[in-house]
């Protein structure tokens, strides 16, 4: 029993070595989603609060990401999100994909899978009340309906 907790020691202080890459890709200011659709201001801090730091180039990495394996966790969804929607390159995106991008969107909104669960357990910034869900919902449909496919 020593041994395994010794050998487990071990290997969390071995781990802390692997830290994750925080750097985050220069983004183009003119393809942010918010950027290109001018969203009005509480609009678009709620958008940022309760998605960017996983479906943007502008991620916060905070403190205990230092803390391995917890870092390695942080950093997949990161890495994940940003492979299904990037709003920092939102404007890169075809008008189809755009327009597809938000109707994901506003869907996981309704269903409460976005933003994660585990990350609002942290970040209560990020939680969407039932009013707030409906203003981001009606503004994603919007900016939808507008995009020529
Ligand atoms: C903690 C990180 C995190 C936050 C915050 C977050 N997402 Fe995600 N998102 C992910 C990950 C990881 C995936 C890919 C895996 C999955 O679908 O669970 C994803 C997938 C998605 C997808 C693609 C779904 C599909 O079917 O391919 C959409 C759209 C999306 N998120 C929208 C949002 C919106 C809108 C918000 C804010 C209201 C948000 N996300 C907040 C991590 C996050």
């Known amino acids: 029993m020593k041994k395994i907790l010794i050998g487990l020691l071990v290997l ?3 781990i802390q070595f692997f830290q994750i890459d925080k750097t985050n890709p220069v983004a183009d200011e003119k393809l942010d989603f918010l950027v290109m659709n001018n969203t009005p201001p509480e609009i678009a801090s709620q958008i940022q609060a309760s998605c960017y730091d996983c479906h943007s180039n502008k991620s916060n990495y905070p403190a205990y990401t230092y803390i391995q394996p917890v870092g390695w966790f942080v950093k997949n969804h990161i890495e994940e999100g940003k492979e299904h929607l ?51 919902i009606s503004y994603f449909k919007e900016i939808e309906k507008g995009i020529k496919k």
């Open 86 to 136: 990037n709003f920092s390159e939102f404007g890169n995106y075809s008008a189809k994909k755009q327009a597809h991008k938000l109707e994901e969107s506003y869907e996981m909104i309704e269903k409460s899978e976005m933003p994660l669960s585990s990350y609002t357990i942290i970040h209560n910034e990020a939680v969407l009340d039932a009013t707030q869900k409906e203003v981001l």
């Open 12 to 14: 969390l202080v071995a």
